[in-house]
């Protein structure tokens, strides 16, 4: 298996920002976790044995905090089971949906420094790979097959 994203590439960064930024987005998430967190040199939890699974824990309840400030939330959760259509090998440990005001929000709290040193040292220990697909919420009329 190739290296996991764990980042958003530039190019892809620099359409999400051009993209309005004043209606509610949905942010799916599929995480792949490492088996063992890898925290880096220097930081508290560096060496420690602990599972990809508590790190991201650690991140969930981080996050939350962030979350509610900038008033987005978690909307759906799931536990993948089987890749029924897909490439096999991406299998994912988990999946969830978050809802954010709008991408500004999201922007918002990436660039907050106390985000970036204090919450995504959790996620980057924790994932192994993952995707991130910025999703535009459909209007209830707008359903699938209507």
């Known amino acids: 298996m190739t ?4 980042d958003p590439d530039r190019a892809a960064w620099d359409v999400f920002k051009s993209l309005p930024r004043d209606r509610p987005i949905h942010m799916l998430n599929l995480i792949r976790l490492r088996e063992t967190a890898a925290y880096p040199e220097g930081h508290p939890d560096h060496g420690k044995p602990i599972s990809g699974r ?3 824990r650690e991140y969930g309840r981080a996050i939350a905090l962030h ?6 939330r978690q909307v759906w959760a799931g536990d993948p089971q089987v890749m029924v259509t897909g490439p096999h ?3 994912w440990d988990l999946a969830f949906i978050v809802e954010y005001p709008g991408s500004q929000a999201f922007i918002d709290m990436v660039r907050d420094p106390d985000y970036r040193a204090n919450v995504v040292p959790h996620r980057s220990a924790a994932v192994a790979d993952s995707r991130l697909l910025r999703l535009a919420p459909l209007n209830p009329d707008d359903k699938l097959g209507h």
């Open 3 to 6: 290296e996991g994203f764990i």
């Open 54 to 56: 508590d790190a991201y």
């Open 67 to 72: 979350l509610a400030r900038l008033g987005g």
């Open 89 to 91: 090998d991406e299998a």
